[in-house]
């Protein structure tokens, strides 16, 4: 899967969007240090191994570089950024049944708004699946000639590798 380029001086404001969320009585926000356990674990049972040791990575910055959408009082979504290299975005996913409600694009924008208040002008959207998403979302563009990418030659579990 190939790599995207997204501008962070042009992105869209995401207040509203954040507020809808509330609204829907679920909070977007940075997460602390004293949950790193329990978002971490969320992921790996949730999602993959991988991408836990991405958001675990998150926990090390400062500020912490991982967001999470938070429903009554557990996790259902994260997206984070400067994880396995800098200035890229992700990994990020949204619990399946919160799917198609706007968490995803909330927890993009405020992980994209957070890397440009850092300096960043672009962001990296790493090894991407769903590229209209993000096209959509925040007008990403395919980087040529991107694929493999990043994760070009990385070690993987043997049970993985047998697959």
Known sequence: MADMLVK????????????????????????????KHVVVN???ETFQQYWANECDVCFAN????????????????????????K??????????????HGIGQVLLLVALHAMAAQGYAYAIIG???PTEFYTKAVEAVVIPDSTPG??????????ESDK
Do not use: H, K
Not at 75 to 82: E, N, Q, R, S, T
Not at 88 to 96: A, N, S
């Open 42 to 44: 969320w992921v790996r």
């Open 87 to 100: 200035n890229f975005f992700g990994p990020t996913g949204v619990l399946e049944s919160y799917r198609g």
């Open 8 to 35: 962070l001086y042009e992105l869209p404001d995401v207040t509203n969007l954040i507020a809808q969320q509330q609204a829907a009585g679920i909070d977007i926000r940075r997460a602390i240090a004293p949950e």
């Open 150 to 159: 990043i994760y070009r030659g990385m070690l993987r579990d043997q049970a």
């Open 127 to 129: 090894d991407v699946g």
């Open 62 to 85: 400062q500020p912490v570089s991982c967001f999470v959408a938070v429903a009554e009082a557990r996790p259902i979504g994260f997206a984070c950024y400067d994880a396995t290299f």
